[in-house]
């Protein structure tokens, strides 16, 4: 399945339900918080969530992935806000998940500079289903100031393996890339395309996303006009949010998460699974009491609000066990870093 398909697909087979059952669905597992890029627009390495070089701890991922397989889960993500091939057990993760669990599809997202010809031969025969790259320039230049590292031929160079090796081998695992659009690279837009696609099965472009948390970013990156795409057009921000019922999200620490984009914060932790099933923390008191509010469509004063209005109001965390006083997160302003970047 295509990578559009199954956005398409979250959106419209979701069935809202406080008890939602999870077979065939997915779980999203961060197994690392370090990531080895420093993308002028992402808003975890701007608050430094990247610089903790935090792994997950290896007995929590065995048995909450095994409690996954319980619960129906078929698809499982090595991946959220940072670039799980920093963490070297990701071959041993995915060897695990598909050989013995025996998961349908196990899958990653990476930057693809660590992803050269040895490491993707190790991923590959460990039994990886799909890997999508995030790559946004079609030039060295663009690539430097959109990435911050200037690996521009070393990933172009790794995606072309990818696809030579599966074709070489009669493999079919899946390559896909997503591209995030800026007011500095959307003119590359058609040429992203031509580089990429001879090599991948999909490329998924998607508007530069701002976070109210980040000022200077929907000043200076966000595009004006653009052709459509679909993470923009059929995955707007809405209550209630799907995920809470489509996906299971994990974060390195072993917190279930409501968010997976915002896994590293307070903000939207709810369960310690160090310390509770999997089973437990999806159909706890607190995941259904949040459940409740979406499809009330009631999210004053939590994470939700800011979210879904692009505030940065006051707040609390999820957690309904929080007893103190709301408050406003902290804000970090790029505005300088942008336009010394893009010599606006």
């Keep these: ?11 419209l087979e979701t069935k809202l339900d406080l008890y ?13 918080s370090s990531c080895n890029e420093k993308c002028i627009y992402c ?12 792994m997950i701890d290896d007995e929590l991922f065995y048995r909450i992935t095994r409690e996954a397989k319980e619960l129906g889960i078929t698809d499982i993500g090595l991946y959220m806000t940072a670039e799980p091939l920093m963490n070297p057990k990701v071959y041993e993760y995915t060897r695990f998940l598909k050989k013995e669990l025996q998961f349908p599809y196990v899958y990653t997202s990476t930057n693809g500079v660590l992803l050269t010809p040895e490491n993707l031969v190790k991923l590959v025969d460990a039994g990886i289903d799909s890997i999508k790259f995030s790559v946004s320039a079609a030039t060295a230049e663009t690539f430097k100031k959109h990435h911050g590292l200037d690996a521009f031929n070393q990933v172009l160079n790794n995606i072309k393996f990818a696809n030579q090796y599966r074709k070489e081998n009669n493999l079919d ?22 580089l990429y696609s001879p090599y991948l099965d999909e490329i998924v472009f998607s508007n530069v996303m701002s976070s109210p948390s980040v000022i200077g970013v929907e000043k200076y990156l966000s595009v004006i006009e653009s052709k459509p795409t679909i993470v ?7 209550l ?11 974060n390195e620490d072993g917190f279930l998460c409501a968010c ?26 607190k995941m259904l009491a949040l459940r409740k509010r979406h499809l009330e469509k009631d999210v004053e004063g939590i994470y ?11 707040i609390k965390p999820l957690d309904p066990d929080y007893v103190g006083e709301p408050f406003v997160p902290e804000v970090f302003d790029i505005s300088d870093q942008i336009i010394d970047t893009f010599h606006i």
């Design 1 to 11: 399945m295509q990578i559009s398909e199954k956005i398409m697909a979250h959106v």
């Design 20 to 32: 939602p059952s999870f077979i065939g669905k997915t779980m999203n597992i961060e197994i690392t």
């Design 43 to 54: 808003q975890y390495s701007t608050k430094g969530f990247h610089s903790d070089k935090k």
């Design 173 to 194: 695992y899946k390559l896909f890339m997503f591209s995030i659009l800026t007011r500095y690279n959307e003119h590359e837009r058609d040429a992203i395309f031509d």
């Design 232 to 238: 923009k057009d059929i995955n707007g921000k809405t």
């Design 240 to 250: 209630p949010c799907m995920q809470l019922f489509e996906r299971i999200v994990v």
């Design 260 to 285: 997976c984009h915002e896994t590293r914060s307070n903000l939207t932790k709810l369960e310690d699974l160090n310390k509770m099933s999997l089973k437990d923390a999806v159909y706890g008191d």
């Design 304 to 314: 939700c609000m800011n979210c879904i209005n692009g505030t940065n109001h006051a």
